[in-house]
């Protein structure tokens, strides 16, 4: 699961002492290796820590995955994989509802618009990016000539062909700089899948609980050049899963953290953004809820949005109770007046970073005033159609103007991935897209007002579902062509178009940017410099030998396989098949398919003593999906599907004693495609066995 709020820097990171054995999400080149050796008696070598490095995969849907073969197997989440299974699906064919496995369902099927990023190297570029900066620049300006470096710096990366993806990663909230260069992979094609009732088997209501009974899990193929790709580093598979007590290790690209935001911007997520966000997705919901029960084919054309919008609104509330938990927030107050007092003491300390609280409050008040209006007009809606819309409007004019003063996601760096997006051959589902641009449009009228003049002219006195409705009636960018015929025909095409979906973002766009331009300059600028501060005022005070907070970059976590008590009971460390079938009532969510079912009396039957999923106290949190789970030696023995309701809070702050991720079991993920799904060649290819692959015309 990944959030995307609105992109305002936070000053996240650990400013004190590594409080807790398993706490920190550690970039692959600042891994504690003397740390992890006394705490858990685990020597981790630099070899071990590249092969895992280069068997770690980041998915452009916002989760992680793996390796698992030589032949270029790729192991992930389902509900990671199910924006590529939902857009394979059609109404003969409904792989959400079914399952599919190449060969009986047909060949490998390739994904219209997936990437998948391999972490190549880090270099650290954070004295050119500062270096940008010179004696006399507002914060403004000093914001912009460093993201114009940063853009420089991916740009000669790219040039040079180290790599197919380089990307310069803010640390430390501007503590630090680094480049991470990717190798990118877009031929990605779909090799098992589960039905998603098996894959979510309890639904909404078992959802970020604890214990679990699911089968979380999907399979890809990569190819390069049309054949299956040669896999060089690759996880081998522990076919008997991890043991009770046992060290393991998470390598997966968590999303973002807000551990050390000061109080300001703490305050500012529980009483602004998350309310926001909140407020946002119940309608989206409503809207969506509504379309699965009018009929078949609605049902499934929700389906995968439905998941994403009830998962989120799942960890938001999460998010928000954390803050409004009082411990928690004392915890965090305390922790920030220690640092202020101990920079206070030190006159030097004092005069150079002293005033960062104050400027992250005074920017906090830019953030109160322009928020609603921002998220309107800049974020906008989550309609496919819209997002299409508003590249090929901004795409020319981009275009036009020199990389380094470009738009980040428009920056020669990112327009491969952009342009994989912009031309997919994905299904966008009308019904879909009417209810994410109406209840956008809703909102805007409640934020904006009625009366104000943007609302008026984008309404033109239409309802929001009318003016919704005729969106995407009247539009033609559901057609492949006609996107690439506005591409190609640049500026003149764009503005001679008569495309309701372009007319509406060029009627939105001036005030779409300058609403992103008041912000950049009054709250990413002094955001970024006052983040530079407090970083090298926790690197004075406390030493450089603390993780920063999560970036959706590869990290690695370790941990231990072990249960815990709540509310006076015991929670067991794991769960298997029987309990699973215990917990099946006959009933959505919790309705067995029926090859579940027929696997008891089969000959050999599925055995009921197989583990299933398993918790552990690793430092995990959305992006994480997909993840893989390492023993000490290096073996995949589980896949990281979730955390329990205690784990959520721990985007501010980490505790053990009851928080848990949640994985599926690597001896269960076997079992079930022996002996539920008929995988014996997939899952012999996963112990180390070739077999015949089914390639795609």
């Known amino acids: 699961m990944r959030l995307t709020f609105l992109p305002f820097l936070t000053l996240a990171f650990v400013s004190t002492s590594h409080a807790s054995a398993d706490e920190g999400m550690w970039p692959f080149d600042m891994v504690p290796k003397e740390q992890i050796q006394k705490e858990h008696g685990v020597t981790l070598t630099d070899p071990w820590l590249d092969h895992v490095r280069l068997s770690s995969v980041r998915f452009s849907t916002g989760g992680s995955g793996s390796f698992v073969s030589w032949t270029g197997l790729v192991l992930t989440n389902h509900h990671v994989a199910s924006d590529c299974i939902s857009k394979l699906a059609s109404q003969q064919k409904d792989y959400l509802e079914t399952g599919f496995l190449a060969g009986r369902d047909g060949v490998e099927a390739k994904c219209p618009d997936l990437e998948l990023n391999q972490l190549v190297s880090i270099q650290d570029v954070t004295d050119t990016v500062r270096a940008a900066k010179v004696a006399g620049m507002s914060d403004a300006d000093a914001n912009t000539a460093m993201k114009g470096a940063m853009a420089r710096i991916e740009k000669v990366c790219t040039d040079k062909g180290l790599a197919t993806r380089c990307d310069v990663v803010t640390l430390y909230a501007g503590g630090k700089y680094h480049l991470y260069t990717y190798n990118k992979y877009t031929d990605v094609r779909l090799v098992f899948a589960p039905e998603q009732s098996i894959a979510f088997f309890g639904g909404d209501p078992d959802n970020f609980t604890y214990p679990r009974y699911d089968l979380d899990l999907a399979i890809f193929r990569v190819y390069s050049d049309g054949k299956p790709f040669f896999a060089k580093d690759f996880l081998k598979w522990n076919a008997d899963g991890p043991k009770e007590g046992d060290t393991v290790f998470v390598s997966g690209h968590p999303g973002s953290t807000d551990r050390m935001d000061t109080t300001a911007q703490l305050a500012r997520l529980r009483d602004i953004v998350y309310p926001y966000y909140l407020d946002q997705a119940l309608h989206e919901r409503k809207g969506l809820g509504d379309l699965a029960t009018e ?21 938001v509330t999460g998010f928000e109770s954390g803050l409004r938990d009082p411990v928690l927030m004392k915890k965090q107050s305390d922790r920030e007046a220690a640092l202020r007092s101990t920079i206070a003491k030190d006159p030097k300390l004092q005069s150079e970073y002293g005033s ?20 309107a007009l800049e974020r906008a809606s989550r309609s496919d159609l819209f997002q299409i819309a508003r590249s090929l409007v901004r795409l020319p004019r981009e275009l036009a103007t020199p990389n380094d003063r470009r738009l980040k996601e428009y920056r020669d760096s990112n327009l491969d991935s952009l342009k994989l997006q912009l031309f997919s051959s994905a ?30 002219a984008v309404l033109a006195g239409h309802s929001t579902a009318n003016a919704a409705r005729e969106l995407v009636a009247g539009t033609r960018l559901t057609d492949l062509y006609a996107r690439r015929a506005l591409y190609d025909g640049g500026a003149l095409a764009i503005d001679a178009s008569s495309d309701p979906m372009i007319k509406l973002v060029l009627l939105l766009d001036n005030s779409a940017r300058a609403i992103r331009k008041r912000y950049e300059d009054e709250v990413e600028g002094p955001m970024r410099q006052a983040g530079q501060k407090i970083a090298q005022a926790v690197f004075a005070a406390r030493g450089t030998s603390v993780y920063p907070d999560a970036t959706f970059t590869l990290r690695l976590s370790p941990g231990v396989v072990k249960g815990y008590s709540e509310g006076g009971k015991s929670i067991a460390w794991a769960t298997d098949f029987a309990g ?37 106290t690793n430092d995990i949190i959305g992006g994480n999906s997909g993840s893989p789970v390492l023993s000490a030696s290096g073996e995949l023995v589980g896949l990281i599907f979730d955390g329990n309701l205690s784990s959520l809070p721990n985007r501010f702050v980490y505790r053990e004693t009851t928080q848990r991720a949640v994985s599926v079991n690597s001896a269960g993920m076997l079992e079930a495609l022996r002996h539920v799904y008929g995988g014996e060649a997939l899952a012999s290819e996963l112990l180390g066995s070739p077999a015949p692959i089914a390639v795609t015309p």
Do not use: C, Q
């Open 427 to 456: 299904p966008i589902y009308g019904e879909v897209e009417w209810v994410l641009l109406r209840t956008w449009l809703d909102r805007m009228v409640r934020d904006l007002g009625a009366n104000d003049p943007t609302v008026k």
């Open 580 to 616: 699973m079938y215990a917990h099946a009532t006959g009933t959505p969510p919790r309705k067995l398919p029926k090859r579940w079912l027929d696997a008891t009396s089969a000959s050999p039957p599925i055995d009921p003593k197989t583990p299933l999923d398993f918790v552990s």
């Open 356 to 375: 960062a609280w104050g400027d992250v409050e005074r920017a906090e008040r830019v953030v109160d005033s322009v928020y609603r209006s921002y998220a």
């Open 295 to 315: 009929n078949a084919e609605g049902a499934r054309e929700s389906r995968a949005p439905l998941f994403r919008v009830d998962n989120g609104i799942k960890a």
